[in-house]
């Protein structure tokens, strides 16, 4: 066993994943496995521990190909259908392991209840469907899984709250177009930053390529991963041979240790 983190990469692409469907854009047409991305999601793991962030539509793939027998839980950033459409399919979890633990905004835990209704309904509640662990979390209250503390880290995406994680030296953001001096304070000089780059044009609610490199150089990490990519943004291999050396363009599968 080992108490370093190691985190998998699920998935890094945007909302619509690439290929999007139907697509002829270049991007899409690739061949190269690093231009083809699923739905934005890593899992973190420790000694025993398996923790997803964010749990989209390609969760039961992402599941499968990393072959994941044990889940300890779900933290979720905000409410959007690329970060929680995979709930039910926890369903294997849950018959194997019980409840299974969730941690998100109560805004976000309103949303779910709304959408999948029958997961949290405990009346007369259908066999087959799973159940939660509820945990809200909360700005400025970190909050423990297994032996780690982990420290939630707000920010906007256009006019939306959405949760971030900071574990130990490692911290996760996306869907992120601003942040409060407050917040950066609490994640500056992260060994590891992973955050969002949807394209080289600006847009109104996420980091492009230009305002995502500024914001890595005020937190000043070791080392830095863009997720979150739309085919907007370019061929993987081409944008990652212009990217400082300590900024990497993430793709599926990727796993490192920190």
Known sequence: MTNNLRVTFLGTGTSQGIPIIGSTHPVCLSENPKDKRLRVSVLVSWDKYHYVIDCGPDFRQQMLTHNIQHLDGILYTHEHSDHTAGLDDIRPFFFRQGSIPIYAHKRVLKSLKKRFDYIFNEKDKYPGAPSVQINRVKKNSPFTLGNKTVLPINVLHNKLQVFGY????????????????????????????????????????????????????????????????????GFHDEVEAMLPPNVHLAFDNLTITI
Request: proline share 3%; no cysteine.
């Open 166 to 233: 900071r574990i130990e030296d490692f911290t996760y953001l996306t869907d992120v177009k601003s942040i409060d001096d407050t917040e950066l304070e609490k994640i500056k000089h992260s060994k590891v930053l992973v955050v969002n780059a949807l394209r080289i044009q600006p847009h109104i609610s996420h980091f492009n390529l230009e305002e995502a490199l500024e914001f890595i150089n005020k937190v000043n990490p070791e080392t830095a991963y863009l997720t979150h990519i739309s085919h907007l943004l």
